[in-house]
T-cell receptor, first 111, second 116 residues
Framework: GENVEQHPSTLSVQEGDSAVIKCTYS??????FPWYKQELGKRPQLIID?????GEKKDQRIAVTLNKTAKHFSLHITETQPEDSAVYFC??????????FGSGTKLNVKP | NAGVMQNPRHLVRRRGQEARLRCSPV?????VYWYRQLPEEGLKFMVY????????ESGMPKERFSAEFPKEGPSILRIQQVVRGDSAAYFC??????????????FGDGTRLSIL
């Protein structure tokens, strides 16, 4: 089955700096890569996603890049704000919509 | 437009009792997924259901755990004879028909199960 690895497990940045979270996957059949943000005690919320026919996608301060050859994808958050502090999960999915999640990155944005 | 609704939010059971967790998907969504999350850990896939069918239950323990998504009513995750190790947050997610490809999964607020 699919194996998704996520790094780093914790990330601390100063407000206004950029944050980058990286994930690798093992199954070349995976073709959909969503990112979720989970605040403490709350539900995971989709923040951005990318499909395998696209190399990059941007939504305001958030961007995701995908390298299919190397089987890795990354989340980029620019101009970080304290409200960006949360746990971020990447996931990979094949055509059957079964999501394999990474282990999460705890992002702390210091004011 | 109501999102995924899970109840109860918190459930306390004693060892040996049964736990029943309910999930109502987003209106119009016919795919339901259950995940388990331990503190400080990621989301582990348990089971994927469509109306009246189990599509993939490879992440669900063979014993004591069962899931259903009937034609009418919510999806139910049932844990029989609970043990302390079942304590976790259980999240349900739903998605629309896959149509032309994968669809985002929308999560509920979860049920936090505590076993005494």
């Amino acid at each position: 089955g699919e194996n998704v690895e996520q790094h780093p497990s914790t990330l601390s940045v100063q407000e206004g700096d950029s944050a980058v979270i990286k994930c690798t996957y093992s199954d070349s059949a995976s073709n959909y890569f969503p990112w979720y943000k989970q605040e403490l005690g709350k539900r995971p919320q989709l923040i951005i996603d990318i499909r395998s026919n696209v190399g990059e996608k941007k939504d305001q301060r958030i961007a995701v890049t995908l390298n299919k050859t190397a089987k890795h994808f990354s989340l980029h958050i620019t101009e970080t704000q304290p409200e960006d502090s949360a746990v971020y999960f990447c996931a990979a999915s094949n055509s059957f919509n079964k999501f394999y999640f990474g282990s999460g990155t705890k992002l702390n944005v210091k004011p | 437009n109501a999102g995924v609704m899970q109840n109860p939010r918190h459930l306390v059971r004693r060892r040996g009792q049964e736990a029943r967790l309910r999930c109502s998907p987003v209106k119009g969504h016919s795919h339901v997924y259950w995940y388990r999350q331990l503190p400080e850990e990621g989301l582990k896939f348990m089971v994927y259901l469509q109306k009246e069918n189990i599509i993939d239950e490879s992440g669900m323990p063979k014993e004591r755990f069962s899931a259903e998504f009937p034609k009418e009513g919510p999806s139910i995750l049932r844990i029989q004879q609970v043990v302390r190790g079942d304590s976790a947050a259980y999240f349900c997610a739903s998605s629309p028909d896959l149509g032309t490809g994968n669809q985002p999964q929308h999560f509920g607020d979860g049920t936090r199960l505590s076993i005494l």
